[in-house]
């Protein structure tokens, strides 16, 4: 079964621990960044390949440790990512991580981890997380080529005037739903909106 509850993070706001410099970790990190630019992550590794310099330096929040794991390192973390090449500092990673309450992801192995970092679509404002529960990435990434493809650039005007519209709305908590599901329900049908709902919309262009 599949147990996942996702959720959407402001990983600006958090600090997150990422171990490894290799090829996996740099594969990690430009995935935060590239959901997140401004993601505050530390990093910890002996070692650092050159792309891994290179994205890094790019990037506003990321500080380099060049050490080895150490548990110290895992001090006013949010969120730890294991992606050494090592699987004892993996399993050490993860271990102690859980000591502290922390949220654990060691890559390419599931069982490991209390979540995961699956396919992200963004257009504006309009934010898509992919998860194929750990079982097959690659269909996650497929997934998310395809919706950037088939998504427009226009759909974040088209949230920025349901917003706008959604901050005249008078009444109660209920009758603001009532009026959004009614404006937006052409959204998931195959006929054009109607005319009102047109109307309503291009008056916040």
């Known amino acids: 079964m599949n147990h996942l509850y996702p959720i959407f993070l402001k990983v600006h706001e958090l600090n997150i621990l990422l171990v490894g410099g290799g090829f996996v970790a740099t ?21 650092f390949r050159p792309e891994f310099l290179a994205l890094a330096e790019s990037a506003v929040n990321v500080t380099l ?14 969120l730890v990512i294991g992606a050494t090449d090592d699987k004892a500092v993996n399993r050490q990673i ?38 194929t529960n750990g079982k097959s990435p690659t269909t996650a990434k497929r997934l998310r080529q395809l919706l950037e493809d088939v998504l427009p650039e226009e759909i974040d005007d088209l949230l920025e005037n349901l917003n706008a519209y959604r901050a005249t709305l008078k009444g109660d908590f209920e009758y603001k739903v009532r009026a959004m599901n009614e404006v937006t329900e052409s959204l998931v049908r195959q006929e054009p909106r109607d005319k009102r709902q047109d109307a309503r919309l291009e008056k916040f262009n």
């Open 94 to 131: 993860r271990d102690e991580a859980k000591e502290r309450f922390l949220l654990v992801n060691i890559a390419d192995t599931p069982e490991l981890c209390d979540f995961y970092l699956g396919g992200i679509v963004t257009k504006g404002n309009l934010k898509i997380a992919i998860s």
């Open 65 to 78: 440790i060049e050490d080895r794991y150490h548990e110290k390192y895992l001090g006013g973390k949010h």
């Open 27 to 47: 594969e990690k990190l430009e995935f935060l960044l590239k959901s997140s630019p401004q993601a505050q992550v530390t990093v910890v590794s002996p070692m």
